[in-house]
């Protein structure tokens, strides 16, 4: 045993692994407030198919290609497909999922301000893809 002290190499031990440690703690956290869809939020089933979006809401109610939505709520979407592989896309809130046939898929958003967004299906499904946009209106609530 030289006068040799290991104190400098376990307070390096220890930043590394504080640093490892709080880097995975903030990446599990963002996954889970992605993940998480809150507890109130409102089914919306999204239907995809060549070449239109068609939007069902909790009380029945059908939208083709146009989809009305309140601010200060909470929306799940359970995107699906009738024929080929769609993508669901509103491009300004950074929704982007893929309705697949014989699934169903969730993501969820909240919009926080009233404003007219487009939708658009980001998957080439076929001769009108280009096409297959609708508008998402999003309002305050009445
Ligand atoms: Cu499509």
Redesign the pocket.
């Known amino acids: 045993m030289g006068g040799h002290s290991n104190w400098p190499e376990w307070i390096y031990v220890g930043i590394v692994i504080a640093l490892m440690t709080w880097v995975g703690a903030e990446a599990w956290e963002a996954e889970r407030l992605v993940e998480h869809v809150p507890e109130d939020a409102e089914t919306i089933i999204v239907t995809?198919q060549?070449?239109f979006w068609t939007f069902e809401h909790e009380d029945g109610t059908k939208e083709i290609g146009e989809l009305h939505v309140e601010t200060g709520k909470a929306y799940k979407f359970e995107i699906v497909s009738t024929d080929?592989i769609?993508?669901f896309n509103i491009h300004d809130y950074v929704v982007l999922m893929d309705?697949v046939p014989g699934r169903v898929n969730t993501v969820w958003f909240a919009p926080d301000a009233p404003g007219v967004h487009d939708i658009q299906?980001r998957?080439y499904?076929?001769l009108i893809?280009y096409n297959?946009r609708g508008t998402l209106y999003v309002e305050d609530p009445a």
């Open positions: 995809g060549q070449w080929v769609h993508s309705a299906c998957e499904c076929g893809h297959m």
